[in-house]
């Protein structure tokens, strides 16, 4: 996974990415990438985890990617497969307290 100049991260870009297809990326690719997104937000995470963060979220917004969104069954593989890679290199900043607000978030998001 690389990040190029075209895609960058950006909160709205995150949300709009998760409000618009949280349904077709499932409820699992949508906590896992709460669980990167809310580890970022804290003040103890250091900046080489908040980098590989934000690449993997710039990653996962971008339109452009290894396996196209769209593609039915598969298009999120890709993205879920970066999501865990980052997730494995940041797992001691994945606290219990950003799963927690992850989890609250997905609630929200696609019900009980």
Do not use: C, H
């Amino acid at each position: 996974m690389s990040v190029t100049a075209n895609q960058s991260y950006s909160d709205s870009g995150f949300w709009d990415k998760v409000k618009n297809f949280a349904l077709s990326a499932g409820r699992e690719v949508v906590e896992k990438a709460l669980w990167l997104y809310y580890a970022a937000q804290e003040k103890s995470t250091p900046i080489w985890a908040k980098t590989i963060v934000f690449s993997t979220l710039a990653y996962f917004i971008s339109p452009i990617d290894s396996i196209p969104d769209v593609v039915p069954l598969v298009g999120y593989t890709d993205d879920l497969g970066a999501i865990a890679a980052a997730i494995g290199m940041i797992a001691m900043y994945i606290t219990d307290d950003v799963k927690a607000k992850a989890k609250q978030t997905v609630k929200k998001i696609f019900g009980e």
